[in-house]
């Protein structure tokens, strides 16, 4: 089992930054592919950003075009936490903002196992 918190997110100006933080407990966070995803008033929840184990036993970082130059995704495994760093935010990246993890998932949502509450992010033109 495997619990995540999201924290980090508040309101900001078109353009601003914010860092979005997701704490996991257990001890195998590093065996596990973590992911971001979003979800807009009346919209589907949507896939952000992934760090990802890929096929040769490394880490990579694959993310949503909408978002592709603008965010990044980082973990540090001896804080069993991954980030999302969100810079040159737009009033279209308003969203509930999900930490997610599971294995052998990427871009596909329903692949992950484990889920935080999510955290609010609003970004004002």
């Known amino acids: 089992q495997v619990q995540l918190v999201e924290s980090g997110g508040g309101l900001v100006q078109a353009g601003g930054s914010l860092r979005l933080s997701c704490a996991a407990s257990?001890?195998?966070?590093?065996?596990?592919?973590m992911g971001w995803f979003r979800q807009a008033p009346g919209k589907e929840r949507e896939f952000v950003a992934t760090h990802s184990w890929n096929d040769f036993r490394r880490y990579y970082a694959d993310y949503a075009d909408s978002v592709k130059g603008r965010f990044t995704i980082s973990r540090d495994n001896t804080m069993n936490t991954v980030y999302l760093q969100m810079n040159s935010l737009k009033p279209e990246d308003t969203a509930v903002y999900y930490c997610?993890?599971?294995?052998?998932?990427?871009?596909?949502?329903?692949?992950?196992?484990?889920w935080g509450q999510g955290t609010q992010v609003t970004v004002s033109s």
């Open positions: 997610a993890a599971g294995r052998g998932t990427g871009r596909i949502m329903g692949n992950y196992d484990y």
């Open positions: 257990g001890r195998t966070f590093s065996t596990y592919d």
